[in-house]
C-alpha cells in the first residue's frame, strides 16, 4: 500500500508559477513510477507529466511541454511538478498518482495504482 499526499497548490497569477510536491509513504517509493494529472470542474482528469523509477525519464501533456516540469528525490520520498507560465485554463484539482508497471503508457489513467487527494490550483486572470 502507498499513501499519496499532495501539497503546494494555491492561487497564483496568470503567467505565475507554483511547485507542488506529493509524499510517499508505505511500500518503496523507488519502485513506482509517479504521474501527475489534473481535473477542472465538469471535466474529465487530464494527463500531466509523469517520471520514471529512477527519474531518468520524463513525459509530459502537449499543453504542458516546455512550461512544467516534473522531478522526484527518491531519498525524500517525494515527487514535485515545477509548474512556470501558468494559464487560467489550467485552474484545476491536481493529483499525484503511483504505478508499478513500467511502460511508456503513463498518460493513461488505468496504468496507476494509487492516488494522491489532490490539491487545487488556481490561476487568476
Known amino acids: 500500500q502507498v499513501q499519496l499526499q499532495e501539497s503546494g497548490g494555491g492561487l497564483v497569477q496568470a503567467g505565475g508559477s507554483l511547485r507542488l510536491s506529493c509524499a510517499a509513504s508505505?511500500?518503496?517509493?523507488?519502485?513506482?513510477?509517479m504521474g501527475w494529472f489534473r481535473q477542472a470542474p465538469g471535466k474529465e482528469r487530464e494527463f500531466v507529466a509523469a517520471i520514471s523509477r529512477s527519474g531518468d525519464s520524463t513525459y509530459y501533456g502537449d499543453n504542458v511541454k516546455g512550461r512544467f516540469t516534473i522531478s522526484r528525490d527518491n531519498a525524500k520520498n517525494t515527487v514535485y511538478l515545477r509548474m512556470d507560465s501558468l494559464k487560467p485554463e489550467e485552474t484545476a484539482v491536481y493529483y499525484c498518482?503511483?504505478?508499478?508497471?513500467?511502460?511508456?503508457?503513463?498518460?493513461?489513467?488505468?496504468?496507476?495504482?494509487?492516488w494522491g487527494q489532490g490539491t487545487q490550483v488556481t490561476v487568476s486572470s
Open positions: 498518482a503511483a504505478t508499478s508497471t513500467s511502460s511508456t503508457y503513463y498518460s493513461r489513467r488505468y496504468l496507476y495504482d494509487y
Open positions: 508505505g511500500r518503496t517509493f523507488s519502485s513506482y513510477a
